[in-house]
């Protein structure tokens, strides 16, 4: 599912966890990207590190961009790579709303990480920048 949610930039993260509330899990953690320049092909644009003794889902992403590219989220589960591809169409802001979790059955391994990067390289002048929320247990 996706939504656009353009005024979610300027909410604060406790406002943006507290739209979240009554998860199944132990932890949330929001993640804000940096805003980046023409990023090459498979540029990370926000990277979490799954804490050791935990696993953890993607609930959210977050995109903004000054232009439409395909996006893929990487994560690590039981030793193998896992993703999931998302298109921003055009230029703005996306939300894609993955609730309970994308990969839920699927998740992320202790001590890996889990980033967002464009598939294709940023055209000149572009910029790109990334968010996650991530459910930990």
């Known amino acids: 599912m996706r939504f656009s949610i353009g005024p979610l930039l ?3 993260r406790e406002q943006i966890l507290a739209i979240f509330a009554g998860h199944p899990y132990g932890q949330l953690k929001y993640v804000r990207g940096s805003y980046i320049s023409a990023p090459a092909a498979g540029t990370a644009l926000v990277q979490f590190t799954v804490p ?3 696993k953890a889902a993607v609930i959210a992403v977050l995109l903004d961009a000054t232009e439409g590219n395909l996006f893929e989220i990487r994560w690590t589960s ?3 790579s896992k993703s999931y591809r998302v298109r921003l169409p055009s230029d ?3 939300a894609y709303d993955f609730r309970p979790g994308l990969n839920l059955d699927d998740p992320a391994d202790p001590n890996t990480t889990i980033s967002v990067v464009n598939v294709n390289a940023g055209s000149a ?3 790109y920048k990334a968010d996650l929320l991530v459910g930990l247990w």
């Open 52 to 54: 050791a003794n935990m």
């Open 10 to 12: 300027q909410l604060t």
């Open 125 to 127: 002048g572009s910029s």
């Open 92 to 94: 703005g802001v996306m």
């Open 78 to 80: 039981g030793g193998a």
